[in-house]
């Protein structure tokens, strides 16, 4: 039986989740693959803490880059774009094949590093950088590589979707779901990657990259994540057929591509509507196929191992056939003209603005919202907020973002309205 050797660096809670899973079914990934995978060395700064594993003697070291001499295929979970960086490439250049779950380094600096791995000839696997232990890399590189692909959606963080499963079943504020979902671990002690949406557009940009042949980075993708969401508009969404959910959504116009993360309403029938709490999901729609629907959970030291050792798996079994990059990390084959810039995108909006109560108010609102090309689907004014405001709850038709970001501009002018329009994206998915 072919022996691998496996090197991690980074011994944290995903590092230890993969660990705890080469130690527990290593048996059953031999007996399904032929090969062994040896865990040979982790390195990390602190390597004496106790992570509640078993290890064998003599297994860790302070020393990345002399683990990466060592080893056969190399684990990156260290995180963050410098220190790691310099691992990754190391490994790559000494022809050495890459594991890693960093979704921040390969969606703003994957360009260089998949240079590099075609360069060195060496294998460079990432399922676990989106998604956790959903195999969306996977489907996109190899179950889908005949299709071609009009759209993915997906819900890609799941603190930002449970904080918004929370505040929709039992009406709680935002504030007080962040905190209880920080003591339960779901999101860190500063929540801004998840809660602000960066997390959501990293994985993204990679899946927008892959699915259209050209390395994006981060430049491009507009970002908005979930602070302004208030039980208002969770209400309102739902008493009009809606749900909110955090998305990731890239589209084919034409020859262009659109490429955002922002809050949306989306019908509370649909199949991401009710995927709840920390879980992920991602629609795919591709032709020939169709829609295809991806769910599991998108984080968490036991998904993201799951993912981690898969790629192990398909590593080790290049290694021992000699197939080297049978399935390339990434292929230059650009499929779009264009990446649509924000403000020029299509789509229906939902708006609440608060104002005074007073007569033609509803009017001047509606005025300005024509006067911008807009067409308004349905409008609908709330109980009186305190003793002389109400709310003003609208949905347009199909519309261009310029547009409503325009008219937004000269209602929040206007001296019957009290506060900042909010605006959120509808998507009648």
Not at 32 to 48: E, M, N, Q
Not at 145 to 174: P, Q
Not at 214 to 225: A, D, F, I, N, R
Request: hydrophobic fraction near 45%; charged fraction near 25%.
């Amino acid at each position: 039986m072919r022996e691998v050797k496996i090197g991690i660096i980074g011994f944290g809670t995903v590092g230890a989740g993969v660990v705890s899973c080469l130690l527990e079914n290593g048996d059953v990934i031999a007996r399904r693959t032929g090969i062994k995978l040896v865990l040979s060395r982790i390195a990390d700064i602190d390597i004496k803490t106790d992570r509640k594993v078993n290890l064998p003697k003599d297994i860790l070291t302070t020393d990345a880059m002399k683990l990466i001499e060592e080893v056969d295929v190399v684990v990156e979970l260290v995180g963050g774009t410098t220190k790691a960086k310099e691992f990754i490439l190391e490994a790559l250049r000494k022809g050495k094949p890459v594991v890693t779950a960093n979704k921040a380094l390969l969606a703003e600096q994957g360009e260089e590093i998949f240079a590099t791995a075609e360069k060195s000839k060496a294998d460079i696997y990432y399922e676990a950088s989106v998604c956790g232990g959903m195999p969306i890399i996977k489907a996109l590189k190899e179950g889908l590589v005949a299709n071609r692909i009009h759209k993915i959606i997906g819900i890609m963080n799941g603190t930002c979707n449970y904080i918004l499963t929370r505040m929709e079943k039992e009406r709680i504020g935002f504030e007080p779901v962040l905190k209880e979902a920080q003591k339960l671990g779901y999101a860190e002690s500063n929540p801004s990657l998840d809660i602000d949406g960066i997390d959501t557009a990293h994985k993204t940009a990679i899946l927008a990259s892959l699915a259209y042949g050209e390395w994006v980075g981060m430049k491009p993708v507009h970002v908005q994540g979930i602070r302004g969401i208030s039980l208002c508009d969770i209400k309102a969404a739902n008493e009009l057929g809606y749900s909110i959910k955090l998305l990731g959504i890239i589209k084919q116009k034409d020859d262009d591509v659109e490429i955002r993360v922002h809050p949306v309403l989306i019908p509370s029938e649909s199949m991401l509507a009710n995927i709840a709490d920390v879980y992920n999901g991602v629609l795919v729609s591709g032709s020939p196929v169709g829609e295809t629907l991806f769910y599991g959970r998108g984080a968490g030291r036991d998904a993201t191992a799951s993912a981690v050792v898969a790629d192990l798996v398909d590593v080790a079994l290049n290694l021992k056939f000699g197939s080297h990059r049978r399935v390339p990390a990434f292929t230059i084959g650009r499929q779009f003209r264009h990446i649509i810039p924000m403000n020029e995108i299509m789509s229906r909006y939902y708006m609440r603005i608060q104002v005074i109560d007073k007569p033609g108010v509803v009017a001047s609102v509606s005025s300005v919202i024509g006067s911008k090309g807009i067409s308004i689907s349905s409008i609908r004014q709330t109980e009186r907020q305190s003793a002389a405001d109400v709310s003003l709850q609208i949905m347009t038709h199909l519309a261009r973002e310029q547009a409503l970001n325009d008219a937004v501009a000269e209602i929040e002018k206007l001296d019957c309205v009290r506060n900042k329009v909010t605006l959120i994206h509808v998507e009648d998915i």
